[in-house]
């Protein structure tokens, strides 16, 4: 009896052994003390109220615990994106500029295939060359990184104009509002182009460099990934023009400024015909009425 006992305990202690050496239960024990980390820092940093001075600027430490949990890091430790936090008050940690940069370091690290791409492009050599630029984070978002197709991602199609005229103001963002193409995209076309469509995402380069899709020579080809047919000139005109004196835009500004003096020229006239008309009418109706008095 007593052996029979021995022989079933070491059975389960054997499958309780197996259970605990598949992989999907080392995941679970990984996921649970990154959990723990995050609990420990969300202690703190979970409180709205949590801020700092910088720089005699009030800066919020404050991290959405919700948001962050639907991100796409909602699952990482604090300390994958965070190296270096593992005391309180922290130990030699860096602040604002000098942290954006740090953190940013560990996005390229896992990322390392989208990092290739990105050091080739205009934003990546401007990285490299220590002139400011776009770090993952400035088109990606922090704590709330949705995957790219998930509407409320700031790389989602619709949302992209928005995240990249925080930095391309002017000239570039008010074209893009004002044309056919940023209309449509503004109210949630699917067809027309966001700035990704023309420029790439990581590869972006400037139109003098001779690989960009916005070079003077691949224009045509960039516009005819979706104008299958384009009419001749179709791709020679400037993308981003305002209606200015002087730019590329003189044409457009000048035939507007026509229309606006014809338009107010017009109603002008109108309002003046319509009043000699009413005056007209009006010395009419005393004549007459003047007329009938004298009459009786
Ligand atoms: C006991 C509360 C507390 C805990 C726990 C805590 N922090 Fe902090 N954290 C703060 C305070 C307060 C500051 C502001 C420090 C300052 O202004 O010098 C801060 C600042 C920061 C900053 C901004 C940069 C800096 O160093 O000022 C980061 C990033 C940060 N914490 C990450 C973490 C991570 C990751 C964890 C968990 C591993 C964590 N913190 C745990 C209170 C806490
Ligand atoms: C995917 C990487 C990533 C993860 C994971 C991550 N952070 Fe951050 N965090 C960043 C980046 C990037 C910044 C720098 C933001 C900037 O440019 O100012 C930052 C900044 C901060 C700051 C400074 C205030 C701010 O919002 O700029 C605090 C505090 C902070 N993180 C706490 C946390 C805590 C707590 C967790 C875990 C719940 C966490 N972070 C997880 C990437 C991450
Ligand atoms: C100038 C804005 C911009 C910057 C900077 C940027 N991204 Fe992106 N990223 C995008 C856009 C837009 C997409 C959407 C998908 C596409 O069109 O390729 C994207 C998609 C992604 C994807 C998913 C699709 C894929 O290609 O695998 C990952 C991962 C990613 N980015 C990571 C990064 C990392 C890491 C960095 C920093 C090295 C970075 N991004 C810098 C704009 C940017
Ligand atoms: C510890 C490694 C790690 C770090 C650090 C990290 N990521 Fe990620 N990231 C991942 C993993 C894993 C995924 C999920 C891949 C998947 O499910 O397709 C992911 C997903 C993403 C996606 C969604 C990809 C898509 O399909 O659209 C983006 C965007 C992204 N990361 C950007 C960043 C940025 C920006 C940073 C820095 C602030 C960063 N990551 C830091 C590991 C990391
Ligand atoms: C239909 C394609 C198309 C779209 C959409 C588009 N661009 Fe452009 N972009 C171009 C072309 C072509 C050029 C080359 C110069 C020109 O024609 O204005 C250019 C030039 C640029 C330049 C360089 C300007 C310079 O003078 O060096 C920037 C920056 C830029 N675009 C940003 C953006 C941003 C941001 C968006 C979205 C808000 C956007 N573009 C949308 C085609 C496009
Ligand atoms: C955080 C600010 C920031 C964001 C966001 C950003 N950019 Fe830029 N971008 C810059 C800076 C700064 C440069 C100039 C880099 C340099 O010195 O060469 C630049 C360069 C460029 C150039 C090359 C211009 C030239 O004439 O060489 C293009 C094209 C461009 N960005 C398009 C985009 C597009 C498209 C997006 C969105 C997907 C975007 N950028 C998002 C800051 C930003
Ligand atoms: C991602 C697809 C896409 C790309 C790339 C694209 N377009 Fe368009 N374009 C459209 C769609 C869709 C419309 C339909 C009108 C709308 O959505 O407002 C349109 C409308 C237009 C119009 C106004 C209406 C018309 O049909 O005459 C012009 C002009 C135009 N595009 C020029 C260009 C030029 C020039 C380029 C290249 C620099 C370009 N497009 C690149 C999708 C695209």
Redesign the pocket.
Known sequence: MRSQKYIVAFIVGFLISLLAAVPGSQAQTKLEQDSA?ND??L???GAQG?K?KQDGKVVS?WVNEEAFGKSIHGTNS??SC?QG?TD?P?QG?L?GEA?SQQTNARCRECHADVTKVYMAGAHGKALSEGKKTALCSDCHGIHNIRKHEDPSAMVYKNNIPHTCTKCHEGRIAISYEESFHGKAVLLGSQKSPSCADCHGSHDILGPKAANSPVNKNNIPDTCAKCHRVPYENFAKGTEHFVLEKGGPGEPMFYTLKFFVWLTIIVITLLIIHMELELYRKLKKALEKRKAEKEGL
Do not use: D
């Open positions: 980390v420990g820092c202690r703190c940093h949590l700092t430490l604090c300390t965070h936090y309180f922290h940690t602040k942290l």
